[in-house]
């Protein structure tokens, strides 16, 4: 007499026969997240539409955002008021342009614009955020995968890197809750990527901070602030630091922000002023007066956490009860952000989210987090859960697991 | 006895002791023509943020715009849905960003990125809009100045120029009520434009249409589409057409839209992916709500004319009692648009302005309307009534009167 459990392909072929649709692709914040900021939409009405220094939001004007959103949105980046930004719905539009402008401009400390200096190259610490990588790639700038570690990026590395080559003119990081490896950079690594030496003088660091305020803990570690680290190694115009508030409040309708030095502030109004008259004040008006300070926005965001919470836990606990002890996969439990990374045995990763794919469950495209879609290792999978329910993130968990026990096999 | 009026001097040291502020410097609107859209403020609510095919405004996705706002602004710019892309609230920033991409990525029918061909040149109609001219000039685009007659720009010159010259890239239009001084491009030109042969095979027509809706008349003239010109003429691709919201709804707070051939849109689209995951929706949703049809956006816009058109007369009604028959100055009675556009004496303009300014009343800076703000003939004064109250404009016009006269003793 038989008393197995079912294997693996029986229940692969139990799944299918169940024709599930489930999506488990892309960061986007669930209906329940997005409930907590409805509030926000009739703030601003027509007795207020005004900013506190009276300007009325509803003209034009203003080019670098209005004083009480940059205060708090100063707060929220650790910076000062000079020294931010606020822009439109899309933080990556904002580094989009960032880029651009250095490829057609140049940046503080440069000699000439990126784009009249040959091959340009950015490091790119993997696995990383596919939309930056697509930055790169439409401009023509190489990319150089750099490997992560448990602190950040292996800095030995990346200072040997730009020490050597003055054509490598950035990096991307996400230093808090890494996206999507969830890596909270150290103290140490801030610290080298301030001192270290770069070949080239117009070298910067793109540090997009979307998950600042993000945590799955009640009580987040403290992260130095790299600016403040550039300014004490005499480096101030190295940081380029943006955040947006796409994943607090609207994920279409937030707000985005860069944050950096003075001198580098200044030479970007410049050429902003060239491309628009001012971003949507309406929009900032409804932040500032939606949080008041930033404390309020932390209030908010343990709300976030209180639904956010459960749902990474249940991603954690399906992957455990079927793959614990098997040495099949690894994976991470953040502390906060967005996704969890799993690393399935090499050369698995496409035919893992291949047969999840046939079984109805969609998972981001195995290869996304690499530079050109390429895993060298194929082991990458990036797990959203913040979009779908409970429910439906044990069942596609389970059904990720048991392709990666069948892919195994 | 003497019985004569008093001095242009006197006058003008009368306004002197009064010390007067007023200004006409830019295209804004006055607070009344804001008013009229405040019940868009709070129209998209906790309970309405779903589009009409159920998408969740609030989220991410959708690059190119809400299906129903794409259905109200392709009726709006007469083109074709698939036609039209809806983007954030700047038509600046939407024309700087396929200048830009037109620079780095090349235009279907081109060669190569323009800024691989060497030197680029566009046509400038003048006087212009200063903000076109400051694009070109932030990206290194050489600009030749085209002068404008009462059907648009001089066509001769312009076939005679893009003919030859493969190096013209493009040309800046405002096609209706063009900005300052108020032209309606004849459907003689539109044809010629869609028409002429052009040395370089990746020329385009930057056709900001952002005044398209504004009328001053009750009975509008027709004007013929370039898109159609151009689809006739079998140079579809030709077209590049801008329009906003930016004078309908809020200055900043707007909607502003890109539309033409679709293989010019999915080119754009293509590019944008990289730029953005999707402009503000739950804008596009308001203004959709607010507005119903093109019907009710026109009912609105006659609204607009009830109040502008009694500012722009009163600017007319001064001038006139000031300077008819003197010979001193030539002005616009535009039947639609957001300026005057004045003409003094070749070589005054400069020192009407400063007399102005030193009485209080600030105009636009004399050259303003030229490429590099070089008025060759230093004659042209843009007059923007939009903004101040009538008795203001009244006084702030007389000033200007007062000005000119004492200018040309």
Redesign the interface.
Known sequence: MKNELPSSRDRYQAFQARNLKLDMT?G??G?EL??L???M??I???EH?HAAGGN???????LDGLPEAKNLFADYMDVAPEEILIA???S??LM??EV?RS???GVPGGQSPW?QQGTIKFLCPVPGYD?HF??C???GIEMINVPMNDEGPDMHIVEKLVGEDASIKGIWCVPRYSNPNGVIYSDRVIDRFAQMKTAAPDFRIFWDNAYRHHHLVENPRDQKNLLDACKSAGVAQRALMFGST?KIT????GLSFLAANKTNMDHTRK?L???????????QLRHVRFFGDLAGLRKHMNQHRAILKPKFDAVDSVLTSELDGKDLAHWTRPEGGYFVSLDTRPGLAKKVVALAADVGVKLTAAGATYPGGIDPEDRNIRISPSLPGLEEIELATEVLAVCIILASE
Do not use: E, W
């Open positions: 892309r986007k914040p209906p997005l409930d900021s409805n509030p939409l009739t601003v009405d027509s539409y009325d939001c509803r003209n034009y004007g203003i439109g719905n899309a990556l539009n989009y342009d651009v490829m057609l401009y784009i939309r697509n930055i790639s439409v401009l796409s609207f994920a279409g309708g050429y002023a060239n491309q628009t008259i001012g971003y949507d004040k309406l929009n």
